[in-house]
């Protein structure tokens, strides 16, 4: 009988308490999974340039050999690379230097033993805006 009773009072008065707790966070699953791994071995997933260039920075080549090696570990993900212009240019020079942004990363992943079949590569030009200098690589 008193055990129950202190039960009971146990379960009074942790209630509030309990109600007051921040919900877990999500468990990540599937391909949030995956993509929450593939950002925290490669250093993110935004690879910067040289001004408003398509020349990888010295931070970039690091990134990208991380990312390769993640890549080659996992030859069930698909990335796709966008990039992006700089604020500043033209659409029509923004589309091209967001294309060969893009290309020149997947060139390098590429170079860095990565299937070809593995990466694809498209420009958002202005229309999606990135950090400058940037392209952002999804996996899929």
Known sequence: ????????????????????????????????LLRADFAAQSGGTTVY????????????????????????????????????????????HALAVGARRAAQVRDYLVLLGVPSAQVSAMTWGKERMAPPSAVTVLVR
């Open 1 to 32: 009988m008193i055990r129950k009773a202190l039960l009971a009072a146990a379960v009074l008065f942790a209630s509030p308490a309990l109600a007051q707790r921040p919900p877990p966070p999500p468990v990540l699953q599937g391909i949030d």
């Open 49 to 92: 340039f040289v001004g408003s260039s398509a020349q990888l920075t010295p931070q970039a080549i690091t990134q990208l050999a991380a990312q390769a090696a993640w890549l080659r570990r996992h030859p069930e993900v698909v990335v796709r690379i966008e990039g992006h212009g700089d604020g500043g240019d033209t659409r029509d």
